[in-house]
């Protein structure tokens, strides 16, 4: 399922209820990309389209053509996700490549400086797409 920006958009109030109800701060990607250094160090829940680097990991970008383009200054790295059964991931990341997702974890800016992109998520603990691909238990 394909959606437009707009419909993106107006998924962000319930995507920002769905973090707070898990008690993560959610922020959206310009807020870490213009203020990062306040949030480092700290958990917090961030949406935006999944996409995977030519190198290898994933990226959380800013809108679909940031993440189609690779365009790293608007998107924001994801630490590993491979062991996402520990974690209790709902959706898998592998086919999630392309869709609108909220993540949950720390953000780190250390690698920021040398990658030009918003950031690091480690210790993902949250991964859900939106609209849900599984049910909610």
Known sequence: MKLSYLSMVAMLPSLIAMAQAIEFPALSLVQLRVDGERYAGRTVSVSGVLTTHPDGGYYLCLDRGSAENM???????????????????????EVSVGQYVLVGGTFETSLRRRLN?????????????????????
């Open 71 to 93: 365009i790293v200054q608007n998107c924001l790295q994801l630490g590993a996700l491979e062991d996402r059964s520990a974690r209790g991931f709902i959706d898998d990341p």
């Open 117 to 137: 992109d918003i950031g690091l998520i480690t210790g993902v603990s949250i991964f859900r797409t939106y609209p849900l691909i599984k049910e909610l238990e």
